[in-house]
Each structure stands twice: as C-alpha cells, then as structure tokens.
T-cell receptor
Framework: SQTIHQWPATLVQPVGSPLSLECTVE??????LYWYRQAAGRGLQLLFY??????ISSEVPQNLSASRPQDRQFILSSKKLLLSDSGFYLC?????????????FGNGTRLTVT | SQQGEEDPQALSIQEGENATMNCSYK?????LQWYRQNSGRGLVHLIL?????REKHSGRLRVTLDTSKKSSSLLITASRAADTASYFC??????????????FGGGTRVLVKP
C-alpha cells in the first residue's frame, strides 16, 4: 500500500533562518506531488506541484521554493523565513489520471516563525 | 482566491442527526471532491464526483453535484461524535491531464455532540 511521510511534525524557526521540509512517498511510482499551506482556520492554498523529477510549477509568488530530486521525494525550502511563512504545510500525492484523481495527504508540518 | 466556498462555516448538531453542508464554485470543473480534516492532521479524501455525475454515495455520506448552479452538497447521515472535524470541498478545473490541481474552500467545522 502507498504511504506518505512528512517531517518534521512541528518546527519553530527565527525570522531570517533557512527552511527545509521533506516529503517522501512509498508504494507508488511517478506520482504527482504537491505542497499546500493552510492558515489557521482556513482552506488550503496550493504552493507548488510537480508531475515528474525536476518539474516544478509554482502557483504563488513567494519566499519559498520546491525541488524534486528523486521520483518520490519533494522538498520545500526557503533561504530566509518571514513571519508570514508561518502556517501548516501539507504535502500530498496523486496518480496521473485524465479527469483527475484524489489527493493523499501527509500529516503536515506546523511551522511557527518567530 | 478560493474557487469553492462552503456554507455554513460551522455546524453544531446532536449525535444521530444529519449534517448538511454546501459548496459553491465559480468556474467549470472536471470533478469536485470532499475531504475531511481532524484537528491538526492532514486531509482525508471522502468522495470524488465527476462533472457528469449528479449524486454519489459512500456509507453514510451522500454527495450531490449541480453543475448548472455550480454547487455541491455533502450530507452525513446519522452523525456520530467521531464525525467531528472540518470538511472541505475542492474543485479540479485542470485543463491538462498532468497534475490535477485542486482548489480548496475554507471548510465547514462540524461539531457532533454526544
């Protein structure tokens, strides 16, 4: 069966520090991969998605970047965090399917920038 | 901006009652999906309904889709305390087959009192 791992679960970082969040998927190959951010009590905002190794699409201009160095690994990074980067970050995967398919989410990383 | 908007934002019911929440969206879609999120966790997929479908059932869940009104509803019958969670609709309006990008609404917080 497929599983998705996301770490760390919580993170407190000072303003101006770098960030690296990692997500890995097991049990499937060539998945679509996604990074979403959720503000407190709000819906999810799509940040990045990837349909293959090295293929990254950015949805929102911001202080963050994403990379996909391996088929089932998706990394979210920042060189210098801002207070506004605080939030709940969720990684997800889906299969490639015409007409769409469901997303499978990790348990998220709660980032607090102080 | 959010494609889907849920209504109501919050719902409080007694165990055994039905819970109904609605989702409205703005553009043409390939499919609409409903997700559930327990506090502080990732989202869990509930149901996917395609644009050519009008109703779908899964256990105690019933989803309807009216593309002419650009709206959907999620009904949870015979609710249980364990149904307490936030429920999100998400629309897939992806034009290309690669990378189905979901746009999430702000969610409905459901509290089921025992």
């Amino acid at each position: 069966s497929q599983t998705i791992h996301q770490w760390p679960a919580t993170l407190v970082q000072p303003v101006g520090s770098p960030l690296s969040l990692e997500c890995t998927v097991e049990g499937t190959s060539n998945p679509n991969l996604y990074w979403y951010r959720q503000a407190a009590g709000r819906g999810l905002q799509l940040l990045f998605y990837s349909v293959g190794i090295g293929q990254i699409s950015s949805e929102v201009p911001q202080n963050l970047s994403a990379s996909r160095p391996q088929d089932r690994q998706f990394i979210l990074s920042s060189k210098k965090l801002l207070l506004s980067d605080s939030g709940f970050y969720l990684c997800a995967w889906s299969i490639h399917a015409t007409g769409g398919s469901e997303l499978h989410f990790g348990n998220g990383t709660r980032l607090t920038v102080t | 901006s959010q494609q889907g908007e849920e209504d109501p934002q919050a719902l409080s019911i007694q165990e055994g009652e039905n819970a109904t929440m609605n989702c409205s969206y703005k553009t043409s879609i390939n499919n609409l999906q409903w997700y559930r999120q327990n506090s502080g966790r990732g989202l869990v997929h509930l149901i996917l309904i395609r644009s050519n479908e009008r109703e779908k059932h899964s256990g105690r869940l019933r989803v309807t889709l009216d593309t002419s009104k650009k709206s959907s509803s999620l009904l949870i019958t015979a609710s249980r305390a364990a149904d307490t969670a936030s429920y999100f609709c998400a629309t897939d309006a992806t034009v290309k087959a690669a990378g189905n990008k979901l746009t999430f609404g702000g969610g409905t917080r459901v509290l089921v009192k025992p």
